[in-house]
């Protein structure tokens, strides 16, 4: 059974900084796509960065060059380092293994 978990979330300035983790326990971790998607109130949840099992990534045009998606297999620890964060980026972030199966979420909200 796969449990995921994220934490990192808060409430920051733009222009701040904030690191998302997310733990992933099972056996499926090491060989499985992660991925960090986000809903903002009134909108559609949608993709923000994408980690394969071999490390390769995509992320939203909108976070591009802002947000780094990294992974540690031996920790079964998926991150989201955020920066120059902008009030657009406000919502609810979640962690997702394989988009099958998914965490509570973290709350991540950006003032300007």
């Known amino acids: 059974q796969v449990q995921i978990l994220e934490s990192g979330g808060g409430l920051i300035e733009a222009g701040g900084s904030l690191t998302l983790s997310c733990s992933a326990s099972?056996?499926?971790?090491?060989?499985?796509?992660m991925g960090w998607h986000r809903q903002a109130p009134g909108k559609r949840r949608e993709l923000v960065a994408r980690?394969?099992?071999?490390?390769?990534?995509n992320y939203a045009d909108s976070v591009k060059g802002r947000f780094t998606i990294s992974r540690d297999n031996a920790k079964e620890m998926v991150y989201l380092q955020m920066n120059n964060l902008k009030p657009e980026d406000t919502g609810v972030y979640y962690c997702?293994?394989?988009?099958?199966?998914w965490g509570q979420g973290t709350q991540v909200t950006v003032t300007s």
């Open positions: 997702t293994l394989r988009e099958l199966y």
């Open positions: 099972g056996r499926l971790f090491s060989i499985s796509a």
């Open positions: 980690i394969g099992s071999s490390g390769s990534t």
